[in-house]
Nanobody, 121 residues
Framework: QVQLVESGGGLVQAGGSLRLSCAAS????????MGWFRQAPGKEREFVAR???????????DYASFVKGRFTIFRDIAKNAVYLQMNSLKPEDTAVYYC???????????WGRGTQVTVSS
């Protein structure tokens, strides 16, 4: 059974930082794209960041425009994990953040249950 488990969410003040982690099990995603999405209550889920495989231990990173250099996505192949370093957080970043993996045919096959990020003003 493939599982993605997010962690690292919490409550921070505007301008603060959080580091989200996503640990995958049941399948090795060494050459698969992994990404982060977020969803606020009553809002649609939106793309945040992703990694795409280029070559051995080398990945490209893509980000949503609202990140504006504040977020960084990392992969740890050995740990079968993906991370999202979030700096300069804003109240509008408040949402449940979801990890996704197994991108194929325009969508991700696997999703975590999410971790709450709350940014206070």
């Amino acid at each position: 059974q493939v599982q993605l488990v997010e962690s690292g969410g919490g409550l921070v003040q505007a301008g603060g930082s959080l580091r989200l982690s996503c640990a995958a099990s049941g399948r090795t995603f060494s050459s698969d794209a992994m990404g982060w999405f977020r969803q606020a209550p009553g809002k649609e889920r939106e793309f945040v960041a992703r990694t795409t495989w280029v070559r051995s231990s080398t990945f490209n990173a893509d980000y949503a425009s609202f990140v504006k250099g504040r977020f960084t996505i990392f992969r740890d192949i050995a740990k079968n994990a993906v991370y999202l370093q979030m700096n300069s957080l804003k109240p509008e970043d408040t949402a449940v953040y979801y990890c996704a993996a197994g991108f194929s045919r325009g969508e991700y096959e696997y999703w975590g249950r999410g971790t709450q990020v709350t940014v206070s003003s």
